[in-house]
């Protein structure tokens, strides 16, 4: 990918949004929600406050989830991403 966020801007891959339910349901395409939860791709340099440079707590690899409606959504090569600032993510999912 040759796409580099700037600041404190992540790049996220969305996760593919659940085809059917715990109880067997097969979701129709109108009936899926928006994925919440995603893997970063790429991670900008940090915030810069005061002349200083925040590092980012986050780094590419880790699985994170974010608000419904954060981001950007960007179209590279027929694959869709999110650019949105580090503190639109709420958590970082250890697994």
């Known amino acids: 990918m040759s796409l580099t966020p ?3 801007r992540v790049i996220v891959k969305a996760s593919e949004p659940e085809e059917v339910t715990k109880g067997g349901i097969i979701l ?3 009936a899926k929600e928006k994925p919440q939860q995603g893997e970063i791709i790429a991670v900008g340099p940090g ?3 005061d002349g200083k440079t925040i590092t980012p707590q986050v780094k590419a ?3 994170v ?3 419904k409606y954060s981001g950007t ?3 590279i090569d ?3 991403y999110l650019i949105m600032r580090e ?3 709420l958590a970082i999912v250890n697994s």
């Open 73 to 75: 959504e960007v179209n």
């Open 61 to 63: 690899g880790d699985k």
């Open 6 to 8: 700037l600041h404190d």
């Open 47 to 49: 915030k810069t406050e």
């Open 65 to 67: 989830l974010y608000g």
């Open 87 to 89: 503190s639109d993510i």
């Open 28 to 30: 129709p395409d109108t």
């Open 78 to 80: 027929g694959t869709e």
